[in-house]
């Protein structure tokens, strides 16, 4: 076969690319499919894509040529060394405009280095989030394309024809900025994933060791929630994993282990937040609540001889109880999102992404994990001000957190008199707290630091200008350069 005729190539037939595929034959394009170990390719044309439009290739040349122009290549391969083996054994074979797309798991400084390297080939390179698992795939994932925007336009009818719908009909996919924005926005989704997942998970510790209540009681109690502002697929799916019963009829939940496993995407938003200095607590404390659990062996040993309260039960009023944490878990997703939001509008002005907040918001609405009504809002509050700051500016966040705020603060105060950890509750409050707060104590830390260690500090009425003060009257007065450690 030499004749240029399919509409898209993808490389990688495993589970994301043959789904991802089948969904794009559905939608009226010719695919044209390559991988790895040819063999796979027969066996997805004679199997999984059988009586479909989707043609097959059984090298690299063959693959190229099937492809007009400009060709649209997408790699679906495991993230790492296999994405810049294809690129390199692609390259001869591209023409000037053509286009490559990394559909994989990619860490985002990679995809800015590869948009970087190819932009120097004329060669359009997109790392395109992709969130939603194997049925996201194959029915409407939603996609997060960022990188060279001139592939944008040759891309869009394809992406958005494949993705999954909003609610309103919308795709859940737009263009998301320049580099390596795609990938960084993916990245930033897992760990505000994590953040909603952790979230889910001190309440039913609460609901569960505080108050008592039995498994199918708190599924009751979800399902409720999933009607009004905490209506979201984490909640749809939690109700259903509390009301699931194991073979002998005990809910299935109680028998799995409490140590949980992470894939890294969660530790990758946490560290480029430490990278940039933004304070996205929430996730942090979600990857470390996860950290926690892991040291099982160790913790079962503490809890043999450390104490916690007298009163481990809640004792109070459980409808109030179950009130407030509505509204806590609500008030803590908006300072979880605000945050990831801060550290988006930071990393995109560092690298010029021109991060489009509003789509992004859009784009998780759909096919994604953290698919939600409340992103909705979001993506209201940034089409009512594009150069949004952060999210507790906007009214309506700024009206949901002052009415929330006395059943967190109930909440939280609850969990921490009876002895629940609620690491990700409490940092959002304290979030808050620190956030409307003009006057942090950050000046005894200044003045710590100077004493110690002669690292000056600003005087209020002379911000910019650096002094050192000799505090013993044995220090001296010379001070010590600025670093950033
Ligand atoms: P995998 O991540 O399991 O990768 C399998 C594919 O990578 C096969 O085509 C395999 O070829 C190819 N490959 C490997 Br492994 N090493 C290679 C190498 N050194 N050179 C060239 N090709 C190589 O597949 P997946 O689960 O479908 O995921 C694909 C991408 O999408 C990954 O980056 C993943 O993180 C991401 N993703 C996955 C999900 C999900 O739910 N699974 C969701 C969202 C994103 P072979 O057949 O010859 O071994």
């Known amino acids: 076969m030499s004749s240029a005729v399919a509409d898209f190539g993808l490389i990688g037939l495993a589970v994301m690319g043959q789904n991802l595929i089948l969904n794009i034959n559905d939608h009226g394009f010719k695919v044209c499919a390559f991988n790895r170990t040819v063999a796979k390719v027969d066996d997805f044309l004679e199997n999984e894509a059988k009586g479909t439009e989707v043609i097959g290739a059984h090298s690299i040349i063959e693959f190229v040529s099937s492809l007009k122009r400009p060709r649209k290549i997408m790699l679906l391969v495991k993230a790492g060394a296999a994405v810049d083996d294809f690129i390199e054994t692609l390259l001869p074979h591209l023409e000037e405009g053509d286009i490559i797309i990394d559909g994989g798991n990619s860490h985002y400084p990679d995809t800015q280095r590869r948009y970087e390297y190819l932009t120097s080939k004329k060669i359009l390179f997109v790392g395109c989030g992709v969130s939603g698992g194997e049925e996201g795939a194959r029915y409407g994932p ?61 309440v039913y510790h609460i609901f569960r060791n505080g108050v008592g209540f039995t498994d199918d009681e708190q599924s009751d109690i979800f399902a409720q929630w999933n009607k009004g502002v905490l209506d979201s697929f984490l909640i749809e799916i939690s109700t259903d994993i509390l009301r699931f019963k194991d073979a002998d009829g005990q809910p299935l939940l109680e028998k799995i282990r409490d140590a949980a496993g992470q894939k890294g995407t969660g530790k990758w938003t946490a560290i480029a937040a430490l990278d940039y200095g933004m304070p996205v607590t929430l996730i942090g404390e979600a990857v470390f609540a996860r950290c926690l659990s892991s040291i099982k062996d160790e913790r079962v040993r503490a809890s043999k001889i450390l104490s916690g309260p007298t009163n481990n039960k809640y004792t109070g009023d459980k409808a109030q109880l179950v009130k407030d944490l509505e509204q806590a878990m609500y008030a803590s997703k908006i300072i979880s999102y605000a945050q990831g939001f801060i550290l988006m509008r930071e990393v995109s002005h560092q690298f010029n992404w021109n991060l489009n907040y509003g789509s992004i918001a859009l784009m998780w609405r759909g096919g994604c994990i953290i698919r939600s009504a409340f992103l909705g809002d979001i993506k209201n509050a940034f089409d009512k001000n594009k150069s949004l700051e952060c999210l507790l500016f906007d009214p309506f966040f700024q009206q949901a957190t002052t009415t929330a705020q006395s059943g967190w603060r109930n909440a939280i105060s609850t969990a921490t008199l009876i002895g629940i950890p609620i690491p990700a509750l409490s940092t959002a409050l304290s979030f808050y707290d620190g956030y409307r707060t003009a006057r942090l104590p950050a000046n005894m830390l200044q003045a710590q630091r100077d004493y110690f260690g002669a690292h000056t500090y600003e005087l209020e009425d002379k911000p910019g200008n650096f002094v050192h003060t000799n505090w013993t009257g044995r220090g001296g007065n010379v001070h010590a350069s600025n670093y950033d450690a």
């Open 142 to 202: 939603s996609l997060m394309p960022g990188g060279n925007p001139e592939a944008w336009p040759h891309l869009k009818p394809i992406f958005q024809a494949i993705a999954a719908k909003a609610p309103d009909g919308a795709p859940c996919c737009d263009w998301v900025g320049e580099g390596g924005a795609g990938h960084f926005v993916k990245m930033v989704h897992n760990g505000i994933e994590y953040g909603d997942m952790q979230l889910i998970s001190e």
